[in-house]
Structures are given as structure tokens and as C-alpha cells.
């Protein structure tokens, strides 16, 4: 099911690189966006915090 | 799923999926639940059935929350007869479903809170998700895992309705700015940039916010970290001052008993010293006691001792004076006593006659008794002269003398006092005499050299204690400041912590979210492009397997906003295509959209050729129904779209399973023995088996589900 790649996580690693951030910042990154991408803005607290998370752990 | 729609009871339909075909159709006429199992799975995936979404002027208007239950006029989701005959009424369904990211359990439920709920409010619903290990009833977890597998924001995608479809196409063409173009950002995944890139930018905001605390922490940790390196150069500062008074005070207290020493070794010496001292102080305030009493002694003599000393001579002479008044008081009261009786004898004399004047009897011898008489005042006269020629002084001769002498005589306590200050004076004379005799005696047993000595010892030792004392205050003052020092520094040290304000972490955190910030921005900027032209590609191919002149047509067009139009093979626009061929434009682009997204979820469509011409209707079949297709698609499909036989027979290779929809009064044959010996009674709306005696209510409109036999 689905396109053979995905366009849109390709993009986004590409970008990603030329900014100097590591494949695996950007791969909990844009799986974290992914899952959540459907959870209104109201209910994102969580969210949130995870990235927030990830990030520190990439410091 | 249970009481929903025309289906009363419980019914169970099974979509196993073989691996190979793809295909599920449900054929039913109007009314018999088609539209009623596609809103059962919505329902219990999200939780609300809408009513269909229509276009208006190009642009998008939302479809009203359809109730559960309600009135009579009201097309309630829950089945009419639950609702009104069911003591407690319910609702539910169950969906179970599984794809790449595991199994999923979804079981929604309302239950009626009163007899007759008259609306939704009334209604208690529940939701539980089992997803992998994890069970939950929280609604709100419970529908975040529901969203992984069927998000709500992409439903058009693969919840399609083909009633919606003409709509839909309006939205796709017209010069709208609403349309669909969010439907189709969400379908693209673009939500995860814009609200990923929201988020950050809130996590970033806190993150200035912490580094602009931070900044003040450090601004006041650097001013504390100052002040606690000052106190403790104070504090340093005391203690080396005190350390230098207790070398000080070591030293004096050294010399101190050097001195000691040094008199303990003219011991003897010492208490001779000692003594002499002891007797030059008593000396020296015997002296001023001496002066004292003196000064008392001189002032009791003033005018008083000469007066006591003389009269001690005089008082002898006062007192025969005191004497010769005395007597002379009684001399002259004799004259006087000698003198009346003599005058008194004298003139009894001379008026005498013979009668006596005392007892006035007659005297017997008259001569006798004058001549008696005559020796008396003769004896008298003698006394008389006699006592005249012995008095030497008068009494106011007297007199004189003695107020002469008085004016001599002391006070009557002068002469005790004048004798105790005597005795005072003497007695302090004597203490100083003999002290100072003591005093010398101890000077000829003491040498000049030791009272030298001594006197040199016992100066340096009174400067030396007094320098002591002196630093020993100094200490204690310097050391009564030490504990508000310590007190600060404790103070300063408790607000300092253990750890230096270290903002780099969130300098660090700001930079990293500024750079996903730019990559997710750029992504957003580049991927729309690239994805509408990977859609449009999508859908062109799409199109050119559905359409039925492929040698007109080239595809589809889709401009920045995504608005669609047929391409044709000349490069021009198709200005007039027909509804049939929108239709097949509307689902080659949501197809090419559900495909470029990755939804990984199967596809329902509800009455799929409404507005397809026979041959759409086929080459779309043939297009979603292929075995090569990645998704399993389901059709609800009205009696007059699709014809049961035909499409059986036609695309009978591509089914997994068929259904067909019907009330009880729809079947000609026996629902037991399926024997088409039947005999239908419309005034009693029953049904009768001839074969079986079997008989039905024809009058139900609760729908059976019946498998079909492909």
C-alpha cells in the first residue's frame, strides 16, 4: 500500500542533512510528526514534551 | 455491530483478506443499510456520523453531526425498533483490524442512561481500544491509537462517498481557496510539518524564555558568587587577624610567665617584696587616716581645748564661789532673822505689861522676863556682829566673779570629743609609726638590687597583663563579628547551590530546534511542489486506466492550489467533459493522493457508480478491484449501479466476499430452506414456506445479511 517511497520523508531527511542534523534526530523527529500529525493542536502537550525530549537527548 | 441502522441484533461481517484479491461489494436496494454499515465503522472509529459535506460556490460546507437517537422525524443512527421496544437501549460496534503496525481492537458502545433517552445527552458512551499490549478506556489515549490506524482528517480518502463525488469534482475545479486544498494538505501529511513546526516554535519560546532566566540566574549567581569571594576574604581577613592577636596574646602569656619564673626564683625575695608593698600600701592609707584625724583633732581643739584645759583649774574656783553665795545666801538671812527678833524683842520691851502675849495669862515675874528679854536681843547683837565681821564678799560680788568664770567653761561634750580625737589622733600615729618601722626593717633585709629587680619585674609584668587583657578584648570583638559572617556566607552558598547556572544546554536545545524549524519550512515549501507533481502524475495514470477514451485524453492537471481539470492529449484543457468523466477525474486524484499519503488503510465506497456511465463503472472495478492493488477496497453498491450477477460473474476472480442487503419482504424464496414454494400474504405482511411451513413477518424492515456465493 502507499507510494513506493516516501516524498515527503525524503525531503525532509535532505533538508534535514544540509541543516547538520543527524539521521537519527531527524528519523525520531519526523516518526514522532508522523504518528501525531492527526492530534489537534489543542491536544498536543504531550507531544510536545517528547519532542522536547528527543531533542535534549541529541545535546 | 448491534442495533445500528435497519440492523437489529448483533451481525458479524468478516473482511479476511486472502492476500490475493481485494475486492468486497455489499448490494443492496435503497434502505437496506448499505450507507448504515459504512456510518457503523465511522461511528466507531471517530465516534460521529456526519451528514454528506456539500459544495457551495466552489467552496466546502460541513456536514451536520447526524443523533443516535431522537424523534420519529429524526434518521437517528441507532435501529428504530431498539430504540423504542429495548428496555435499556444500546449501541455498538466492534472493528478489528490489522496492518503493518500490528492489531487493532476498537469497541465503541452507548448505552441509554434513562428508559427513553430523547437525545444524545442521555446516552452513556464508552470506547476501549486494544492496540498491541496495550488496553485502555481512556477516551482520549483510546482515540490517539484509533488515529494512527484511520486518521479522522484523511476519512475522504478512503471513506468515499460517491454521492459526494459531483461535489467534490465542483471543489476540485472551481477557483476556490477553501475547496479541498486542506483536506488534501492532510492527506499529503503536511499537518505534520505545520503543527510539528508549531510545536517546536512553543518549545522554543520556552526555551528563550528558560536562557533569558537562565541569563538573569547566571547575572545573579555572578553577583552572589562576588559578594561570597568578598565575605570570605572578610572572613579570612578576621581569622588572620585573630590568629595574629593569638600569636600576640601566645607571646604575652610567654613573657608573662618568664616573668613569673623569674620571681619564683627570688621567691623569698618576693614575699619580703610582696610584704613591703603590702606595708607601704597600708602605710600609704594610714598616712591619709593620719591626716584625717588630724585635720578632726585640729578642729576639735578650736576654741574648745583651751577652754577645757583652763577650767579644769577654774571649775575649783567655781565652785567656792558657788559655795561662798550659798553661804552668803544664808548669812544675810540671818541678819535678817537677827534683826526682826531683835526689833521684834526690842518692842516687846516697850509695850510689855504683865500679861503674857503669847498665852495672855498674867506674867508672874515681869522682871525677870524683861530682863530675859534684853539678853536676847543682846545675845543677838552679838551674833550679829559676829556674822557682819566674817562675811568677806557681797552675793552681787559673788555674783560677778562667777559669771566671769562660766563664760570659761566648755561645752559638755568637748572635752569626750576633744578626748576621742586625742585618742583617735594617737592611735593613727602610732599605725603609722610602727608601719613605718616595719617598712624599714624590710628594707634592710632587702637589697637595692632586688627591690630593682623586683620593681622592674613587677612594672614589665603589669604592662605586659594589661597588654594581654587589652588583646584578649581586641580578640573577643574581632571574633563576636565572625558568626554574621559565616551566617552570610552560608547564606550566599545556600542560593548559590551546587551548581553553576548552566544556560549552554539550552543555547544548544534553541540552535537544533532552529535548524528542524528551517528544515521543516523548507520541507513544507519544497514537498507541496514536488507532491502535487507527484499526485498529478499519479492521477494521470490513474485516470488513464479508467477512462474509456484513452487516446483523447492524457491525463489530469492539477495547479498550485490543486484545483483539477482533464488534460487533453493535445496539451489543451478538456473545456466540456462529460459527469462521468469528472467523477473518474475526482477518484484518479483521490487515489493518487491516498497513494502519494502512504495511508496504509482499506477503502470504502458508498454507491461507487451513481454517476458513472456503464463503461466507468467497469473500467473503475477493474482499476481498484485489480490484484495488484495495495489496499482492499469495498463497495456499497445500489441494485441499479452494479448488478448483482453481472459483477459476480464479471469480477467474481477479484472478490474476497459479496453480501447482499434485503428486509424480509424482499425474499422470494424460503429464508430456512431457501425453497422458492412461497405464498405471500400482503393483508397479514406474512411470508409462508409451503416446503418447510417456515414463516416470516414481511413487514420488518430490520435487514438480513446474506452472503453471496461467488
Known sequence: MGSESDLLETVFFDYGRKNNLSEKLLREVFDLLIDTQFIPEGEREHIEAQLKKIIKNHI | ?710
Not at chain 2, 424460503?670 to 417456515?694: G, T, V
Request: hydrophobic share 35%; glycine share 4%; with cysteine.
Open chain 2, 1 to 710: 455491530m448491534k442495533d445500528i441502522g435497519p440492523f437489529r441484533g448483533t451481525k458479524v461481517i468478516a473482511f479476511e483478506d486472502d492476500g490475493k484479491k481485494n475486492g468486497y461489494a455489499f448490494f443492496g436496494a435503497n434502505g437496506r443499510g448499505k450507507t448504515s454499515i459504512y456510518n457503523a465503522m465511522k461511528w466507531c472509529l471517530w465516534g460521529e456520523v456526519k451528514t454528506r459535506v456539500r459544495a457551495s460556490r466552489g467552496s466546502k460546507i460541513s456536514g451536520r453531526r447526524r443523533p443516535i437517537v431522537g424523534n420519529s422525524d429524526e434518521n437517528i443512527l441507532m435501529n428504530r425498533e431498539a430504540y423504542e421496544n429495548d428496555k435499556i437501549q444500546s449501541m455498538s460496534v466492534i472493528i478489528l483490524a490489522e496492518n503493518d503496525n500490528g492489531e487493532i481492537q476498537i469497541t465503541r458502545e452507548v448505552v441509554s442512561k434513562t428508559t427513553l433517552p430523547r437525545s444524545d445527552d442521555e446516552l452513556r458512551e464508552e470506547l476501549t481500544v486494544v492496540f498491541g499490549d496495550e488496553s485502555t478506556s481512556d477516551k482520549s489515549r483510546a482515540q490517539e491509537l484509533i488515529e494512527k490506524f484511520f486518521p479522522r482528517e484523511l476519512q475522504q480518502f478512503f471513506f468515499i462517498d460517491g454521492e459526494a463525488l459531483e461535489e467534490y469534482t465542483e471543489m476540485m475545479e472551481k477557483d476556490s481557496t477553501l475547496g479541498l486544498k486542506e483536506e488534501i494538505e492532510s492527506v499529503l501529511r503536511i499537518p505534520s510539518m505545520t503543527r510539528g513546526i508549531k510545536n517546536l516554535e512553543n518549545i522554543r519560546k520556552k526555551t528563550k524564555a528558560s536562557i533569558a532566566i537562565a541569563k538573569n540566574n547566571s547575572k545573579n549567581f555572578s553577583q552572589h558568587e562576588n559578594d561570597l569571594i568578598s565575605k570570605n576574604k572578610e572572613l579570612a581577613s578576621l581569622n588572620q587577624e585573630i590568629t595574629s592577636l593569638d600569636v600576640r596574646i601566645d607571646g604575652i602569656k610567654s613573657k608573662i610567665a618568664t616573668i613569673h619564673e623569674q620571681m619564683e626564683e627570688n621567691k623569698e625575695m618576693l614575699i619580703l617584696f610582696r610584704q613591703m608593698e603590702e606595708y607601704e600600701t597600708q602605710l600609704s592609707s594610714a598616712e591619709v587616716q593620719l591626716k584625717r584625724s588630724s585635720e578632726q583633732r585640729v578642729d576639735s581643739f578650736k576654741d574648745k581645748a583651751w577652754k577645757v584645759m583652763i577650767w579644769k583649774r577654774v571649775r575649783a574656783i567655781y565652785d567656792e564661789c558657788e559655795s561662798q553665795v550659798d553661804a552668803a545666801n544664808s548669812v544675810d538671812f540671818q541678819i535678817k532673822n537677827l534683826n526682826i527678833q531683835i526689833k521684834k524683842s526690842e518692842k516687846e520691851i516697850g509695850e510689855m505689861n504683865d500679861i503674857c502675849s503669847y498665852c495672855d495669862q498674867k506674867i508672874p515675874d515681869l522682871e525677870k522676863y524683861i530682863q530675859k528679854k534684853k539678853d536676847d536681843i543682846k545675845n543677838n547683837k552679838i551674833r550679829l556682829k559676829k556674822i557682819q565681821e566674817e562675811s568677806v564678799l557681797s552675793i552681787d560680788e559673788l555674783k560677778m566673779k562667777i559669771g566671769k568664770i562660766i563664760a570659761m567653761k566648755p561645752g559638755r561634750t568637748d572635752e569626750e570629743r576633744i578626748g576621742k580625737s586625742e585618742e583617735y589622733w594617737k592611735s593613727d600615729i602610732r599605725k603609722v609609726k610602727n608601719l613605718k618601722e616595719k617598712i624599714e626593717k624590710l628594707q634592710g633585709k632587702i637589697t637595692s638590687e632586688s627591690k630593682d629587680l623586683m620593681g622592674e619585674l613587677g612594672k614589665d609584668l603589669g604592662i605586659k597583663e594589661a597588654n594581654l587583657r587589652k588583646l584578649q578584648i581586641d580578640k573577643e570583638n574581632l571574633s563576636s563579628k565572625c558568626p554574621s559572617i559565616i551566617n552570610e556566607i552560608k547564606k550566599l552558598e545556600l542560593k548559590l547551590g551546587n551548581n553553576k547556572p548552566d544556560s549552554s544546554s539550552e543555547f544548544n536545545m534553541d540552535m537544533i530546534i532552529g535548524k528542524l524549524i528551517v528544515t521543516m519550512k523548507d520541507t513544507m515549501e519544497n514537498y507541496r511542489e514536488q507532491a502535487r507533481s507527484l499526485v498529478e502524475e499519479n492521477a494521470s495514470e490513474v485516470f488513464m486506466q479508467v477512462t474509456n477514451a484513452p487516446a483523447t485524453f492524457a491525463g489530469i492537471k492539477l495547479d498550485k492550489e490543486f484545483r483539477a481539470q482533464i488534460l487533453l492529449k493535445s496539451g489543451r484543457i478538456a473545456t466540456a467533459p462529460s459527469s462521468g468523466m469528472k467523477s473518474m477525474m475526482t477518484i484518479s486524484i483521490i487515489d493518487a493522493l491516498r497513494r502519494v499519503s502512504t495511508l496504509n488503510a482499506p477503502i470504502f465506497f458508498d454507491t461507487p457508480g451513481r454517476s458513472l456511465d456503464e463503461p466507468h463503472k467497469i473500467a473503475q472495478l477493474n482499476y481498484f478491484w485489480r490484484l495488484d492493488h495495495d489496499s482492499q477496497f469495498l463497495i456499497f453498491a445500489h441494485s441499479g449501479e452494479y448488478k448483482i450477477d453481472t459483477t459476480i460473474n464479471e469480477f467474481g476472480d477479484r472478490i474476497v466476499s459479496a453480501w447482499e442487503l434485503t428486509f424480509p419482504g424482499d425474499h422470494k424464496k424460503c429464508l430456512k430452506c431457501n425453497s422458492e414454494n412461497i405464498m405471500h400474504s400482503k393483508k397479514q405482511n406474512r411470508a409462508n414456506c409451503l416446503e418447510c411451513e417456515y414463516n416470516w413477518d414481511t413487514s420488518e424492515e430490520n435487514t438480513i445479511i446474506t452472503e453471496i456465493k461467488i
